[in-house]
């Protein structure tokens, strides 16, 4: 069955591929002499799984779409500008959105800014945990056997992504539509304006480079530790692992490169949000100026 499991060419295996793989692994299990050659040819299809997301976090690190906006700097002119227009002649205008977007721009905002910190504290936990588990796996024996179950823990950041992603996929319609629509479809009145800055403030300096920074590096020694552990598994003769070590290895790569790959569109929904609002800030002063 091992064999089966392996990719066969070069690309990343495919999320179906690695989630039938880990459906699996239970049954492997049950062969144990089939185990340790499972180990070595399954577990490098996970370790490119987690590789393909830190190139993503990579791609965010080089990004120029975060920047100090200066909007509260200005607020107070901003919103006496807006005191000087008439909203309803105003509202025909078209402002700058994200792409297929739909719905109250502050609402959409409110919904990431309650959302930046958790979200991110969720991934640095679980990167820290499975970060002490390969440690401990590669520097303890009985480890190889017995290791601390972390299912619990992936499946609560695993809901808690799914939760995230349906609440802001009701923002965004048909697939392809102009990202440019009329103000009156995106907000009410201009009396939203002093809760729309302060809230594009906190997404940008919530969402900065050091929180990125940080999760690269984390995802970075995940990565060696476990081409560490690939290497031993190949070069050893005697190597020995269970079937719940080799389970919690696999999913613990799967379940944070998925994680990532999760932050990694957050943060560009975020980044893409404040420039929206600032866009829309732009408009407003240069009308009435």
Do not use: W
Not at 54 to 74: C, P, Q, R
């Amino acid at each position: 069955m091992a064999k089966l499991l392996v990719s066969q060419d070069d690309h990343v295996p495919s999320d179906r591929f690695l989630e039938y793989t880990l459906e699996s692994i239970s049954m492997e299990g049950e062969f144990t002499s089939n185990m340790v050659e499972f180990f070595r040819e399954a577990l490098p299809n996970f370790s490119a799984k987690l590789k393909a997301s830190f190139a993503s976090i990579e791609g965010l690190l080089k990004s120029n779409d975060h920047a100090v906006l200066g909007l509260k700097a200005g607020k107070k002119k901003i919103i006496s500008d807006a005191s000087g227009l008439d909203f309803l002649m105003f509202g025909d205008r078209y402002v700058m959105v994200p792409e297929s977007f739909q719905g109250n721009l502050l609402a959409y905002g409110s919904l990431l800014d309650s959302n930046t910190k958790n979200l991110y504290h969720e991934q640095m936990v679980m990167l820290r945990e499975y970060n002490l588990q390969l440690a401990t796996f590669i520097t303890n024996k009985d480890e190889k056997f017995s290791i601390k179950d972390h299912t619990a823990l992936y499946t609560k950041a695993r809901e808690s992504r799914e939760d995230v992603t349906a609440k802001l996929g009701k923002f965004f319609g048909n697939y392809g539509a102009s990202g440019r629509v009329e103000v009156r479809k995106v907000m009410s009145r201009f009396a939203e304006l002093d809760e729309l800055i302060d809230t594009a403030e906190n997404i940008n300096n919530t969402n900065n480079p050091k929180t990125i920074h940080e999760m690269d590096a984390a995802v970075r020694e995940c990565v060696e530790r476990l081409d560490i552990i690939i290497e031993r598994a190949k070069s050893t003769t005697n190597f020995n692992v269970s079937p719940e070590a080799m389970k919690n290895l696999a999913a613990g790569a799967y379940e944070i490169a998925k994680y990532v790959e999760f932050i990694g569109l957050f943060y560009f929904q975020c980044m893409t949000y404040t420039n929206c609002v600032k866009a829309l800030c732009k408009q407003i002063t240069d009308a009435r100026n």
